[in-house]
């Protein structure tokens, strides 16, 4: 049973066009959740996270919104540029800093010159 | 800083074989986890550890073993090596006060 769920495998944005990625968990014990970005034959790397206290946190071109009630939660990166073509990965845990992340299985983005 | 250090990068490995996926990190971070990464499935969790001395079951234990005798080690064994198996292998590490960083993972085929 998939517990977070990323229903997009793919997803194709213009260069300087907004890119979102979205995100569904069925677990409400989860109430910490983060992004992750993986470029090929490379490990994960961490991006921005959100506590289910919050449900907004931006980081710079980075935003990730929380809808707590739908069990929702989605990555905006404004303006995409061509480096942000990876996979990205949704997790999620049950309280902060919990050693057991449960992830999504991934969508790739593409940003088109 | 190195961070998350795995070794080898590649490994290919006859059915029935054992072997061991090292794992160092050099930030003297508390937990450490092993996951997996199959088309599909996203990461799984195969193993953590939250301590020294400390280890538990994540999602897909069967199969693997590990032992945390340091802070710095969290070594994978497989015990006999089956082709299902066969995937990226990702080690991670954390202080709680971030997400965790992951190295720069192992892939292995059983054959």
């Known amino acids: 049973d998939q517990q977070v769920k990323q229903n997009s495998p793919s997803l194709s944005v213009q260069e300087g066009r907004i890119s979102i990625l979205n995100c569904d968990y069925t677990n409400s014990m989860f109430d910490y959740f983060l992004w992750y970005k993986k470029y090929p034959a490379e490990g994960p790397t961490f991006l921005i996270s959100?506590?289910?206290?919050?449900d907004k946190n931006e980081d710079g071109r980075f935003t990730v919104f929380l809808n707590k009630s739908a069990k929702h939660l989605s990555l905006h990166i404004v303006p995409s540029q061509p480096g942000d073509s990876a996979v990205y990965f949704c997790a999620a845990s049950a309280n902060f800093g919990n050693e057991k992340l449960t992830f999504g299985t991934g969508t790739r983005l593409t940003i088109i010159p | 800083n190195a961070g998350v250090t795995q070794t080898p990068k590649f490994q290919v490995l006859k059915t029935g074989q054992s072997m061991t996926l090292q794992c160092a990190q050099d930030?003297?971070?508390?937990?450490m986890s092993w996951y997996r990464q199959d088309p599909g499935m996203g990461l799984r969790l195969i193993h953590y550890s939250v301590g020294a001395g400390i280890t538990d079951q994540g999602e897909v234990p069967n199969g693997y073993n590990v032992s945390r005798s340091t802070t710095e080690d969290f070594p994978l064994r497989l015990l006999s090596a089956a082709p299902s198996q066969t995937s990226v292998y990702f080690c991670?590490?954390?202080?709680?006060?971030?997400?965790?960083?992951f190295g720069s993972g192992t892939r292995l085929t059983v054959v």
């Open positions: 959100i506590s289910s206290i919050k």
């Open positions: 991670a590490s954390t202080n709680r006060d971030y997400g965790y960083t």
């Open positions: 930030m003297n971070h508390e937990y």
